[in-house]
């Protein structure tokens, strides 16, 4: 896998995946899988900062979560896909780099200020539930990418991972201020400083037409639904129109996945048309024909989550033979942050019986 570039991004086990994971970052991996050295992280740990009491839970997603890549086309021979508990070095660079970024910054972070609100934590949120924000830069700058697919929401994170790389080859290898971010894997720094690449849909909107598309929200259309209850949920989808002669906002959810999932063109231009100058197009017109299309998107995944269907067995070897790849590159970074660091005593390897 050497030689190619290498890129790093994941999902949190808090339910099955959706079609805004799709659209926002999976369809990209799968792109990718063949040209890039890839590493897919099941982020099992930061599932325990909003359901700490239901790790059972947590335990069943991290298998479904794989089903869903293997649904989706990503695979395993090619990408090494992994769990985050398995990967030690994850965290103990995470507690480095917690002494690198001033308090008030982490909690200044816009992604997790919106997820305090729209999740409803309130003042009642746990300690480690800031400190996953800490964590993500941890389980990117460990695998040392150049790149990060992931959805908009997620950039004010690769912001911040980007400021520890710098930091941290700043203050423990000695590269200069004003190094171009570029520069500092060249100037001798232990981590380069990763790109956030956002998809073309960056936020697909959930079916209640406000939030973003969420696995904890409710409002999510999930790869694994079946056709009817694909059809279901696209009659839900929100947009307030009252009648088929009412000119239309093209800009509303309905049309942001009419744009993301219907894939003729002209047909999606025909639709806009009519639908902005109110030419007796109903919603529900315009929602059974989306609703096919998704349908069609959706049915060859459907056929290959069956395969892995009852079997936890496969699951679970796909995700040892990752978690042993990914601890040998994980292993090799914290390797060269402890040297950095002066931290570097004896050498360790990890294997699992
Ligand atoms: P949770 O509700 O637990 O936060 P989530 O649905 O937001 O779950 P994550 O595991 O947090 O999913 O996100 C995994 C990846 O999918 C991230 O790169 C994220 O940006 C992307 N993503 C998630 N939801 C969307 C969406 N609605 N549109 C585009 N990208 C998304
Ligand atoms: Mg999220």
Request: proline share 5%.
């Given at each position: 896998m050497s030689g190619k570039p290498r890129i790093l991004t994941g999902d949190t086990p808090t339910g099955?995946?959706?079609?805004?994971?799709?659209?926002?970052?999976?369809?990209?991996?799968?792109?990718l899988q063949h040209t890039h050295d890839c590493y897919f992280i099941?982020?099992?740990?930061?599932?325990?900062?909003?359901?700490?009491?239901?790790?059972?839970?947590?335990?069943?997603?991290?298998?479904?979560?794989?089903?869903?890549?293997?649904?989706?086309?990503?695979?395993?021979?090619?990408?090494?896909?992994?769990?985050q508990s398995e990967i030690p070095a994850i965290?103990?660079?995470?507690?480095?780099?917690?002494?690198?970024?001033?308090?008030?910054?982490?909690?200044?972070?816009?992604?997790?200020?919106?997820?305090?609100?729209?999740?409803?934590?309130?003042?009642?949120?746990?300690?480690?539930?800031p400190l996953y924000a800490v964590g993500q830069c941890s389980d990117i700058l460990s695998f040392r990418p150049v790149g990060v697919p992931v959805g908009e929401d997620q950039v004010p994170h690769l912001e911040m991972t980007r400021e520890v790389a710098r930091r941290f080859n700043q203050v423990y290898?000695?590269?200069?201020?004003?190094?171009?971010?570029?520069?500092?894997?060249?100037?001798?720094?232990?981590?380069?400083?990763?790109?956030a690449e956002v998809g073309k849909v960056g936020r697909l909107v959930g079916i209640d037409g406000k939030n973003k598309m969420s696995k904890s929200l409710g409002n999510a259309i999930f790869i694994?639904?079946?056709?009817?209850?694909?059809?279901?949920?696209?009659?839900?989808?929100?947009?307030?129109?009252?009648?088929?002669t009412e000119p239309g906002d093209v800009n509303n959810a309905l049309f942001q996945y009419v744009e993301a999932f219907i894939p003729d063109a002209a047909r999606v231009a025909e639709l806009k048309d009519r639908y902005a100058r109110g030419d007796n197009i109903g919603d529900g017109h315009v929602k059974k024909e989306?609703?096919?299309?998704?349908?069609?998107?959706?049915?060859?995944?459907?056929?290959?989550?069956?395969?892995?269907?009852?079997?936890?067995?496969?699951?679970?070897?796909?995700?040892r033979k990752g978690c042993a790849r990914a601890n040998e590159t994980a292993e090799a970074t914290l390797e060269a942050a402890r040297k950095a660091c002066n931290l570097h005593f004896f050498p360790r390897s990890i294997g699992y019986r």
């Open positions: 099955r995946l959706h079609l805004g994971h799709w659209v926002g970052s999976v369809k990209r991996r799968v792109e099941v982020a099992n740990y930061h599932a325990f900062t909003t359901r700490s009491e239901r790790s059972a839970e947590i335990r069943s997603d991290c298998l479904e979560i794989v089903r869903d890549y293997l649904a989706m086309g990503i695979d395993p021979d090619a990408a090494t896909v992994f769990l965290h103990e660079l995470c507690f480095l780099f917690a002494m690198l970024l001033p308090f008030n910054r982490v909690m200044r972070n816009p992604t997790l200020k919106d997820e305090i609100k729209v999740k409803d934590l309130g003042e009642t949120y746990s300690f480690g539930f290898c000695g590269v200069d201020e004003h190094a171009e971010d570029h520069d500092h894997a060249k100037l001798g720094g232990v981590f380069p400083v990763p790109r694994s639904d079946p056709p009817k209850e694909v059809e279901k949920k696209v009659m839900k989808i929100f947009t307030g129109r009252q009648s088929p989306l609703a096919a299309c998704l349908n069609d998107l959706l049915e060859p995944m459907r056929k290959r989550r069956a395969q892995f269907e009852g079997r936890d067995d496969l699951i679970l070897d796909i995700l």
